[in-house]
Nanobody, 126 residues
Framework: QVQLAESGGGLVQAGGSLRLSCAASGRTFSNYAMGWFRQAPGKEREIVAAINWNGGSTYYADSVKGRFTISRDNYKNTMYLQMNSLKPADTAVYSC???????????????????WGQGTQVTVSS
């Protein structure tokens, strides 16, 4: 399995920006479809964004569309989530996930993924 480690979370005021990183190790990163998920207290884990193996296809939840950008650098074995215009509703633990899959489909559901990072806290104050 690929090992994943997130970084870049923190406390930011509403309207601010953060960039999350997900560093992968242990396997060939370009063989993996990737996703960002988040979970707020008392809520279920939800998809934020997904990206296919070469970055050619992306998906965004409606709640973040136009504000967040998912990307990946297969040479650096790293995936990113640029988060702009942050809102208090974006407060959650953000986790990256990976699935060995180099097809064209995007993966939206938590059970589609086999490997998970430990998560990073994002807190947006009003």
């Amino acid at each position: 399995q690929v090992q994943l480690a997130e970084s870049g979370g923190g406390l930011v005021q509403a309207g601010g920006s953060l960039r999350l990183s997900c560093a992968a190790s242990g396997r060939t990163f370009s063989n993996y479809a990737m996703g960002w998920f988040r979970q707020a207290p008392g809520k279920e884990r939800e998809i934020v964004a997904a990206i296919n193996w070469n970055g050619g296809s992306t998906y965004y939840a409606d709640s973040v569309k136009g504000r967040f950008t998912i990307s990946r650098d297969n040479y650096k074995n790293t995936m990113y989530l640029q988060m702009n215009s942050l809102k208090p509703a974006d407060t959650a633990v953000y986790s990256c996930a990976a699935r060995y899959y180099s097809g064209s489909s995007l993966l939206y559901r938590p059970h589609d993924y086999a490997s998970w990072g430990q998560g990073t806290q994002v807190t947006v104050s009003s």
